[in-house]
Nanobody, 116 residues
Framework: QVQLVESGGGSVQPGGSLRLSCKAS????????MNWFRQSSGKQREFVAT???????FYADSVKDRFTISRDAAENTIYLQMNSLEPEDTAVYYC??????????WGQGTQVTVSS
């Protein structure tokens, strides 16, 4: 059974930082490109960041230079370090695993709220 379990969300003031984690089980972790998406209230889910099987990273323009995605193969976990958070970053953040033959798995999401 595939599971992606996110953690690390919470409430923070503007300018603050949070680190999200997503632990995967039930998949061959090194065979999957891993992503973070987010969804704000009333909006469509949007791409945030990607880390490929080879370790290459890509970011949405809105988070570039503020967020950092990484993966730890020993822990079957990806991370999203979020710095200089803004109210516009408030959303539910989802982890996604994307593999061969378009296999896609999603986590349940973790809430991030940026507010003064």
């Amino acid at each position: 059974q595939v599971q992606l379990v996110e953690s690390g969300g919470g409430s923070v003031q503007p300018g603050g930082s949070l680190r999200l984690s997503c632990k995967a089980s039930g998949i061959i972790f090194n065979a999957y490109t891993m992503n973070w998406f987010r969804q704000s209230s009333g909006k469509q889910r949007e791409f945030v960041a990607t880390v490929t099987t080879g370790g290459s990273t890509f970011y949405a323009d809105s988070v570039k230079d503020r967020f950092t995605i990484s993966r730890d193969a020993a822990e079957n976990t990806i991370y999203l370090q979020m710095n200089s958070l803004e109210p516009e970053d408030t959303a539910v953040y989802y982890c996604r695993a994307y593999g061969a033959s378009d296999k896609i798995y999603w986590g349940q999401g973790t809430q991030v709220t940026v507010s003064s």
